[in-house]
């Protein structure tokens, strides 16, 4: 297998390809606006062209999340699932996921309002597949 570190893309070590993921889990605070879990993150910034995947789930149904991807509003401001369990990063078996591709240089931003004066915590991951 080749080992594609010195292109910028997931690294192949023993025949398994190791693709960028951020699982997260953030706790808000009563009516707190505005939150990107993803400021910060090594791949924030699309280095190549990409498949995202992304699931959240929130403990409670007061949450909305914008998605962009560059200059693309992917999602605007929708409802998060509710029925998580705080500390438990969502599967595809149970969070319906949001897919979409991401050009080179796009930077990936979530922005997470909390509406309902509640104190939800927001599990999700973030999963970052080189396209070819």
Not at 16 to 43: E, H, I, K, M
Not at 89 to 96: A, R
Request: charged share 15%; aromatic share 8%; hydrophobic share 35%.
């Amino acid at each position: 297998m080749v080992d594609r570190l010195s292109s910028s893309k997931a690294v192949s070590r023993g025949g398994v390809d190791r693709l960028p993921q951020f699982p997260f889990s953030t706790v808000f605070t009563a009516n707190q606006l505005g939150v990107n879990p993803l400021t910060g993150w090594q791949y924030e910034y699309v280095p190549w062209p990409a498949s995202v995947i992304y699931l959240a789930r929130s403990t409670t149904t007061g949450t909305r999340q914008t998605i962009y991807s560059g200059s693309e509003t992917i999602q605007e401001r929708t409802p998060v699932q509710g029925g998580g369990t705080a500390g438990t990063t969502p599967s595809e078996l149970n969070t319906t996921p949001v897919a979409f591709h991401a050009a080179a240089g796009d930077r990936l931003k979530l922005v997470i309002d909390e509406v309902a004066g509640g104190t939800p915590t927001i599990d999700g991951v973030v999963i970052i597949n080189p396209l070819s």
